[in-house]
T-cell receptor, first 112, second 115 residues
C-alpha cells in the first residue's frame, strides 16, 4: 500500500521567512496530493492540492510542486505569519475519490 | 463552503461502556464518509470508509465489531465504539465527500477519553 513520508517533523521560522515541507510517496499509481493544515484540537483543513498532470500550483502565499518521476512533492509558504503556525500534513491517493493516506505531519512554528 | 459537524466534541466514559459519535454534512449530501483516528502528536489513520446505504469497508487491523459504523442517510454517519477501554482514548475525526467532487471535508473531531 501507499506510504507517505514527510520532513521535517518540526520547523521553526521567523515571521516573514519562507517555510518548506517535503514529502515522498511510494505508490507510483498515486495521482492526487492534497495538503492539510490542522490547528490544535481541530480537524484538518485542505489548503491546496495538486494532481499528477501538473508540476506546480500556487495560491497566494502557498505553492506546491510535484516531481512524479522522483515521487516527491513539496509545500512552500512564503512571507510566513504567526497564524500559519499549525501542523501540516501532506497526503496522497490514487484519485481525489480514493482514500487518502496521510504523512506523519510537520509542526510549523512562526516566531513573531 | 461545505460544512461537516461532529457531535459530541468531547466525551468521557467509563471502561466497558459504548459511545456513539455522529458526523453530519450540513449543506451537502455525503455519498462517502471516512472515519479517522488520531493519537496525540501523530498523524490521522484511516479506520474505515462508508458509502451511504452500504456496509463500511474497514482498514486492516481495525476491528469492525468494536467500531460500528452506520451511514444510513446522505447526511449522517455514526461511529459507535463498543465496550470502550482506555486504549481507545483518542481524537476521532470524520470526513465527507459528495459524488462529483473529490475533495474531502473534515469535521472538527471528537475527543474520546475512556477512564
Amino acid at each position: 500500500g501507499e506510504n507517505v513520508e514527510q520532513h521535517p517533523s518540526t520547523l521553526s521560522v521567523q515571521e516573514g521567512d519562507s517555510a518548506v515541507i517535503k514529502c515522498t510517496y511510494s505508490d507510483s499509481a498515486s495521482n492526487y496530493f492534497p495538503w492539510y493544515k490542522q490547528e490544535l484540537g481541530k480537524g484538518p483543513q485542505l489548503i491546496i492540492d495538486i494532481r499528477s498532470n501538473v508540476g506546480e500550483k500556487k495560491d497566494q502565499r502557498i505553492a506546491v510542486t510535484l516531481n512524479k518521476t522522483a515521487k516527491h512533492f513539496s509545500l512552500h509558504i512564503t512571507e510566513t505569519q504567526p497564524e500559519d503556525s499549525a501542523v501540516y500534513f501532506c497526503a496522497a491517493s490514487r484519485t481525489s475519490y480514493d482514500k487518502v493516506i496521510f504523512g506523519p505531519g510537520t509542526s510549523l512554528s512562526v516566531i513573531p | 463552503g461545505a460544512v461537516v459537524s461532529q457531535h459530541p466534541s468531547r466525551v468521557i466514559c467509563k471502561s466497558g461502556t459504548s459511545v456513539k459519535i455522529e458526523c453530519r454534512s450540513l449543506d451537502f449530501q455525503a455519498t462517502t464518509m471516512f472515519w479517522y483516528r488520531q493519537f496525540p502528536k501523530q498523524s490521522l489513520m484511516l479506520m474505515a470508509t462508508s458509502n451511504e446505504g452500504s456496509k463500511a469497508t474497514y482498514e486492516q487491523g481495525v476491528e469492525k465489531d468494536k467500531f460500528l459504523i452506520n451511514h444510513a442517510s446522505l447526511t449522517l454517519s455514526t461511529l459507535t465504539v463498543t465496550s470502550a477501554h482506555p486504549e481507545d482514548s483518542s481524537f476521532y475525526i470524520c470526513s465527507a465527500r459528495t459524488s462529483g467532487v473529490g475533495e474531502q471535508f473534515f469535521g472538527p473531531g471528537t475527543r474520546l477519553t475512556v477512564l
